[in-house]
Structures are given as C-alpha cells and as structure tokens.
C-alpha cells in the first residue's frame, strides 16, 4: 500500500511542500535540492538495519552489504577531501561538531571559534549550546571596517589564550577561509585546527574555495548543503584522531549508523567527483558574484562589500529595514531567505539587521549569471513596500512563473 493510501495526510504535506520547493526561489545559503538518486537511496531498505559498531566488526548480524556500502562511502569520503580517516556515521553537523571536539579536547579546556554574531555556528561556543557549555569558550570576531577575519589579530589572539582547538569554517561568512593562514595560527600555539566545512563543503569538493584537507587536523562537514547530498555529516581526519573519532561517533555518542543516508552520502561523494560538479561549484561563486554586483546596483550595503563563495549578507538596515520584517516581505513574496545578524549588530539575534542568501540550490535549478539579475530586482522589489500584502501576492505569482522555468526533478 502506498503513503497515498495509508497515511492521506502526511501525504498531501509532502505533496505541499513539494510545490512550495518547485514554486518559491530559495535562497537559503545552506539549502539545495538532492538529486533523485539521493532521495532514492535515502528512501530504500537500508532504513530497516540495525549496523552498530564499524565495516567487519558490528554488533548484529547480517551487514554484508551495509560493510560493502559503507567502505565505499568512506573511501570516497577521504579521496574527495584528502584525508587519510573519513567517519560517515554522524547524523548531523552539529554531531560531527560536538564528537570531534571529544576527540579533540576534554571538558573545560579552550576552544576558540568566531563569534555567532558576526557568522560563527551555534557550535563554535555559543552559551545555549552544548560547546559553551562543556568547554572554555574564547570567541575571535571579524574586523570591524573591513568586516572579514583579520588573521594577525588571530594569531595575536591565539598566542594570548593558547587554545586546544581554533575552529575555522562558518556559516554566514561571505570571504574565503584561508586554511593555511590557520594552520600558522594553530602551529603557533600548538592548537589543533578543526576546519567544519559545512557551508563550502560543495566548493572545496568542486575546487571552487581552497581545500581544508591539506591543513586541518579535523574537517567537519554536513553533506546536505552546497555538497548536495543527503540531511546528514560526516567527520575526516588525520591517521592520529582516527580511533578516538571513531569511538567518539560509536559508541561514544551514537547508535546504529542510518545505513540509508550512508548510502546516500556515498552517492553524492560518487556525483562530487564527476567534472560537472566542477562546472556547478564554479557557478555557484560566478552566481553570488553576480548576484551581489546587481544587489548592489539596488541600493543595499553587503557585508564586506561582496562575496568570494556562495553566500552575500546583506544589511537591510541600509534600507531602513530590520531582517525580521524583510524575511517576512521576502516570504510573502515567495523568496524565501533567513535574517541573520551582521557584524557588530545592534539588533537582537531574533530581529537582525541582515538577510542571507546564497547561490548553491537556483545553480541546481540551473540559473545563470543572466538570471541574476532578475533575482535581485525580485529581492528588491520585495522589500519596496515590506507591509503590504496585496503586492506581496502579486509579486509572489510572478515568482512562481519565473521559477516554472527551472524545474527541480522533472516528474517526480
Ligand atoms: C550547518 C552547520 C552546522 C550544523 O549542521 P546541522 O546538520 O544543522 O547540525 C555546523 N557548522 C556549520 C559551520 C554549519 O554551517
């Protein structure tokens, strides 16, 4: 019997969100569409094992298979992201985040991450998550003129607090991480360096940002953003951290791994290797680029004046708004964004005076530089007139047409 048939309700709410996928313009950064093959995987059989423990030594029999799949997504894992130790096990990036460290440091010792407030994750050492509980946060932040990460003030920083772990990598962060400028850093007050690739996963698989693998201790990464795989992480590593993560992952913090999203992780491992996915990585970046030149030419400041990756901030302040209202203008109007702070932010995290968007899931729809365009005057026009809902409907029709162009799965 079919989902249609068993369960109508949860059913039609697919159905819905389906359409609302196809017919709003999304521009959350962290957002994509999963190939069918992915969802395929992702919704097999392999939901139905029990797999604790590691390929060759599980706790339960009958894993034959679930060994075969798993030892190819951690080979492909490693060869993607050149290191030696890859953990495909982690359910989330916040798990992978909260293992590594484990790993990495004991309870109360430093850890250093950019502030959440100018584009750190709720991982990196924010008081309401678990890191800023257990361990002994000091936050670095960006500069205040030029908005991006100033690596002799980290150094600095670092040489001051002498901490176990300097964690690089972010999510509201439009500049390039330079890795190697952190692994001076770290090398200089023997810390170890975690680079949580989540966001650029995508780019650095692509070539499009320069690779974590050849600096990090650690990588962390969620595969389901700019990587376009399924909801999920994984963890790589230098051959010293390979125990310990391991036993970190399982039994450590976890049980049985979730063997259909391991399949679908070595699925999109498999697609991130092919050279198409070197042409979408770069057009991710030549969208942003373009993306924030038009943006700019509508009146809005960006934070750090552009982007070197897939995602723009951009300080609706400069239009005399807050993030909160422009997120809702921008929904009614079938943009769909998140509001975010900005650097130095006077607003409160739950207002913001930013909006962040990205490029990675309008490339999957296959928009080009040229779309662009039309993508901001829609973003724009939006936020023209933020109360008035009668325009907002209006506008959100001409988005679905625009949008009627780029399918998603075809006839899925
Ligand atoms: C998204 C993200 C995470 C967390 O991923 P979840 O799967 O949502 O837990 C961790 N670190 C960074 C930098 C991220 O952007």
Redesign the pocket.
Known sequence: MSLKEKDPKIFSLVEKELERQIDTLDLIA?ENYAPKEILEASASVLTNKYSEGYPGKRYYAGNEFIDQIELIAIERASKLFGMPCANVQPH???SA?FEAYRALMKEGDTLMGLKLDQGG?L?HGSPVNFSGQLYNIVSYGVDKETEQLDYDAIMEQAKEVKPKVIVC???AYPRTVYFDKFREIADACGAYLLC?I??IAGLIAGGAHMPAGPYADVITT?TH?SLRGPRG?IILAKEEHCKLINKGVFPGSQGGPLDHITAAKAVCFHNAMQPEFKEYAAQIVKNAKALAEELKKHGFRLVSGGTDNHLILIDVKSKGLNGKIAQNALENSGIITNKNTIPYDTEKPFVGSGIRVGTPAVTTRGMKEEEMKYVAELFSRALEKPEDEEFHKKLKSEVKEFMGRFPIYGDL
Do not use: F, I, L, P
């Open positions: 962290s989330s990036g916040s985040n994750h991982t990598g972010y999510t949580d989540a966001h969620t953003k992480a």
